[in-house]
């Protein structure tokens, strides 16, 4: 079944056009994406390693995705949490720290990408991975982060300073 995305300007604004994933988008065109930073009290993060089919197999990151046609920013982080890691996130303990756009390796088009933060823990026996998707989780502090992107096992992020004041301990 086809997934299909809001087309959107280089804010965020919808343009009241939808995009077929998977298909090349026009040059400034974008849609919306989110990445879901999972905090628990002990200032660790939830990250999960990509499936091996998926680009970019076997990295590290946090959860994400594309929002279909239809959500915003905040269903779209909670919709992508749930399925890729089956954890339920409270709305009230999320905020978008960041958004900016990043161009698609195919060069067409972009996307519109929120950053958001929860603040919230979790049993780790609580994640249920989706084999399509990932394939690991784990709990890590910031210095595992690091350690991670030297050995290029994970996703490369710009925010990462902004994320890490936001969440000091």
Known sequence: MAEFWDVRDAHGVKLGRLHERGTPMREGEYHLSVT????????EFLISK???????????????????????SLDAALRETKEELGLTLDPAKGQIFTSYTWPH???SGAAYIDAWLFRQDFDLSSVILQPEETCDA???????IHRL?????????????????????
């Open 36 to 43: 879901v930073w999972i905090a628990n009290s002990r200032g």
């Open 149 to 169: 992107i030297a050995q290029k096992q994970f996703v490369h992020f710009t925010y990462l300073d902004e994320l890490f004041a936001l969440t000091h301990h």
């Open 50 to 72: 990509r499936a091996p089919a998926k680009n970019s197999p076997n990295m590290w990151e946090p959860t994400g995705g594309g929002a279909l046609a239809g959500e915003e």
């Open 138 to 144: 784990r709990w890590v502090g910031r210095a595992e």
């Open 105 to 107: 390796s195919d060069g």
